[in-house]
């Protein structure tokens, strides 16, 4: 069966950088993309980019461009979502979400990981 | 930036029928897709390109489309459908927009 699984919590200090993985498992990897989704208490989800496993071409939104780097590593078959320069508004969520190429939604999700920016 | 609107909330009683409404400029030209979300858990999707159900959804869960606006039905509701509900859709440029989220309340 489709899994992702996520790395755990994170607790970060302003200014430093956090790297969130997502090991995913029961597909074949490079034929899809990963999508990275967060989601502040209470707020709505944000997409922030996505990264086409196969060719390793990624996406940004513009909100965090400059900031966010995704990767992959697909004899690991994980994809990594590395935010810098944090700020305590970047306290929320993040998920990994696997995006279905026929139907287009993102249809496998991650359980989440909690990052948490605070001096 | 590209913004889609949900009304906050909506509350109905339990078999009766709830509509969310999602309004965007490029709804016309891109499908919009619906998540379910509990507390505590990611979003599961509902409804995909405007009006498809995904296998394992209830029928009672549908979508619509009608110019700027689509609408996600829920007919019969239970009170397991009690959870927040968020459409998304793509901007102009390819990037993914959700919309600010319904509360969906079960009275």
């Known amino acids: 069966q489709v899994q992702l699984v996520q790395s755990g919590a994170e607790v970060k200090k302003p200014g430093a950088s956090v790297k969130v993985s997502c090991k995913a498992s029961?597909?074949?990897?490079?034929?899809?993309?990963i999508h990275w989704v967060r989601q502040a208490p209470g707020q709505r989800p944000e997409w922030m980019g996505w990264?086409?496993?196969?060719?390793?071409?990624?996406k940004y939104s513009q909100k965090f461009q400059g900031r966010v780097t995704i990767t992959r590593d697909t004899s690991a078959t994980t994809a990594y979502m590395e935010l810098s320069s944090l700020r305590s508004e970047d306290t929320a969520v993040y998920y990994c979400?696997?995006?279905?190429?026929?139907?287009?939604?993102?249809?496998?999700w991650g359980q989440g990981t909690l990052v948490t920016v605070s001096s | 930036s590209y913004e889609l609107t949900q009304p906050p909330s909506v509350s109905v009683s339990p078999g009766q029928t709830a509509r969310i409404t999602c309004s965007g400029d490029t709804l016309p030209k891109q499908y919009a897709y619906w998540y379910q979300q509990k507390p505590g858990q990611a979003p599961v999707v509902v409804i995909y390109k405007d009006s498809e159900r995904p296998s394992g959804i209830p029928e009672r869960f549908s979508g619509s489309s009608s110019g700027t606006t689509v609408t996600l039905t829920i007919s019969g509701v239970q009170a397991e459908d009690e959870a927040d509900y968020y459409c998304?859709?793509?901007?102009?440029?390819?990037?993914?927009?959700f919309g600010g989220g319904t509360s969906l309340t079960v009275l």
């Open positions: 990264i086409n496993a196969g060719n390793g071409n990624t």
């Open positions: 979400a696997r995006r279905n190429d026929y139907s287009n939604h993102f249809d496998y």
């Open positions: 998304q859709s793509p901007d102009s440029s390819g990037a993914w927009v």
């Open positions: 029961g597909y074949t990897f490079s034929n899809y993309g």
